[in-house]
Structure formats: C-alpha cells, structure tokens
C-alpha cells in the first residue's frame, strides 16, 4: 500500500477555506482539521481539510466519515483552548478502534483554532 | 492559523498562485511560502523555503524534520488542467466529470458552431486553431491533454504542440487504425517512437464505454489512472 499524498485534489477543498472564513467573517469561533500523514488504505489523501464552527457545523472531511465525530469533538476543545493539537487514529490506537478506521488506516491530524 | 493566512491562502487559490503553507506542528508557527519570496515566522529559514518549493513542484504535502521540529508543507498549487481539442459530443460530458473532479477545463475548437456557449456552459472556450491555442495555454506537467476531433487536420497540430510540452497525460481518440495512421504521420513529421508512446490510444480505459458519456468516463478514468501512477512511481525512487 502506498502513501498518497499527493495534493492534486486540494482545489476540492477550496470551499472548506471559503467555509471557514466566511465563519470567522460571521464571528464565529472556527478550528481547521487537516490531515498531515497516512498510511495503508486511508480514504482521504494528505492535506484534506475539514473545518469545524462552534456551533459544530462542518464542512469537507478527514476520512469517510469514521472518525469525523471524534475529530469535531477534539476541534472544539481547540477552540476553546487555542492550542493546536496532533491527533492519530489508526489500528493501533484503541480510542481510534472504538471510533473505528473501518478501512483499516491510520492517519495523523492537525487540529488548529483560526484566529 | 491567523485569519489573515486563511485569507492570503484562499487569494491565492483564486489568482491560481501557488504557494506552500509550512506548519511547526508542535508550536503552530505558520509561514507562506511562494516561488520568490516567504512570510512568516520561518521566513528567513532557508531550509524549509527550499523544501516547501521542492514540495511545490513535486505537489506533495508531507511532514519533514526540519532542524529537530516537525514541519508539515502543504502544498496548494493551482488547479490541475485538462485541455480539450474538439468540441464534440464526448467533450461536452468529460468537460463537466473533469471539472468536477477539479480540473480547469478549456475546450480548444476553431469551429464557432461546435464550440458554443450553450453546448459547454460554464467551460473555457477557445477558439484558435488547435496548435495555436495549446501553445497559447502552454501546456505543462499538470496538464492533461485530450484530442477528440477525429480529424487528422485538427488532432494533430495538437498533438504535436502536447508531445513537445510536459503534459501528464496525452489522450488521442480514434480506433486502432485510425492511431496507426497517426503514429505514421507523427513519425513523418520527425517524432520519435518514445515520443509517439505517449500518446494514450485509442484513448480511455477499457471498460466497454458506448456512450459519449461512458466513453468519457473511461477517459476520465485513464487520466486519474496516470496521475496517480506517476506520482506512485516518483515516491518511490
């Protein structure tokens, strides 16, 4: 299985950055999540980005959809704290097997409050 | 991140301006890096300018030990391109399919009543004899390149001027006895047999496509195939 980490489909992501600026536009309080590294058979590649609102409203993803809840979860911790946080999910992780990499992934997420 | 990262990164997206965002994961400094120039809090580190643009031109976002810390580059380069001679019945379904998976479409056609307005709404349309106007849009490694006039006069000085250029990919439509008559002109034309091997055809992949629709799909599909290939291969040396 090979990293893919290639960036070709960031300008998918154009309306997450839109998303998330527009929120803070509104005043709202806003995280990014991005995804920084994978391995095995992860669904989203490197640099897939979802934002976060403090209303809990989302936009795009970091994976399929497994671990996106607990993703929102740590987001709005960092929002409240200010602090970026590196979070991974993976088989071998047991909250990230209660949460569940269905796919058998594991991947490492970036979680930063836009300020 | 600062909102005004954010704002910068979204600018430049819509200028189609590449730039790389270099993350100190532990810490949070962030720092815009572009071709020329660098700002930010890293903007006089040397060592990552030049990793960020080396990731820029390799469109890979990866984490990097830089000098003991953790950087993660993020790469944001514009749009990758699909170029389209022929605005024919297959082009009006893969132009949309391509651009909804991300790629800036232009469809190259000198025939005004082919390349309407109405046929492609929401597509690029250029005009110009197809050599001209694919050197105009100067075709370059994230380029995909499309010919599908099945005309020899207009399929071909496109695919010459993409032969010369770095294209990704090369995709020509037409049955196998159509590319063996093409393979024969090119090499008249001086090119060589590796440079003729370049050329996807007949075009697509091979999933029993009938329809404009499908046959585009299977084009699609292809050009997918071939970026992702590539990048693999390039990890891995």
């Known amino acids: 299985m090979v ?18 600026a527009a929120w803070c536009k509104a005043g709202k309080n806003v995280a990014l999540a991005t995804v920084i590294s994978t391995w095995g058979s992860s669904p989203r590649p490197v640099g897939s980005h979802l934002a976060v609102d403090q209303d809990g409203k989302i936009v795009g993803s970091v994976s399929g959809g497994c671990i996106e809840g607990a993703v ?26 209660e949460v569940g990499l269905a796919c058998g992934g594991s991947i490492h997420v970036y979680v930063e409050k836009i300020e | 991140m600062k909102q005004h990262t954010l704002s910068q990164l979204i600018k430049d997206q819509n200028e189609k301006k590449a730039v790389a965002l270099a993350t100190d994961i532990d810490i949070g400094l962030q720092t815009l890096v572009y071709d020329n120039t660098a700002i930010g809090p890293d903007e006089n580190n040397e060592e990552i300018q030049q990793i960020a ?31 389209i001679v022929g605005a024919v019945h297959i082009a009006q379904p893969l132009s949309r399919m391509a651009s909804v998976a991300g790629y800036d479409v232009t469809v190259i056609d000198p025939r005004a009543s082919f390349a309407t307005d109405e046929r492609f709404p929401g597509i690029t349309l250029n005009g110009e004899w197809p050599d001209d106007g694919m050197r105009d849009l100067d075709p370059d490694r994230r380029t ?15 695919i010459e ?77």
């Not at chain 1, 990293?3 to 992501?13: C, E, H, P, T, Y």
């Not at chain 1, 929102?72 to 097997?97: D, H, Q, R, S």
């Not at chain 2, 995909?144 to 496109?158: E, F, R, S």
């Open chain 1, 3 to 20: 990293d893919r980490n290639v960036a070709s489909g960031l300008s998918q992501d154009d309306d997450v950055m839109n998303q998330a």
């Open chain 1, 72 to 97: 929102v979860t740590e987001a709005m911790e960092v929002m409240k704290t200010g602090n970026p946080k590196v979070l991974e999910y993976g088989v071998t992780n047991e909250l990230a097997w």
């Open chain 2, 53 to 83: 643009r080396q990731a820029m031109r390799d469109d890979r976002c990866k984490i990097y030990e830089i000098g003991g810390r953790r950087i993660f580059i993020e790469v944001f380069n514009p749009s990758l391109r699909m170029l």
């Open chain 2, 144 to 158: 995909a390149i499309v010919t599908l006039t099945h005309d020899p006069k207009l399929d071909d000085p496109g």
């Open chain 2, 161 to 237: 001027v993409a032969l010369k250029s770095d294209a990704f990919y090369i995709g020509a439509l037409g049955s196998r006895k159509t590319h063996a008559a093409r393979v024969e002109r090119l090499t008249a034309a001086g090119f060589s047999e590796t440079e003729i091997a370049r050329i996807h055809a007949p075009v697509g992949l091979s999933i029993g496509s009938v329809s404009p629709a499908e046959i585009a799909v299977s084009i699609l599909a292809q050009v997918t195939d071939v970026l992702h290939r590539k990048a693999d291969t390039e990890a891995i040396v």
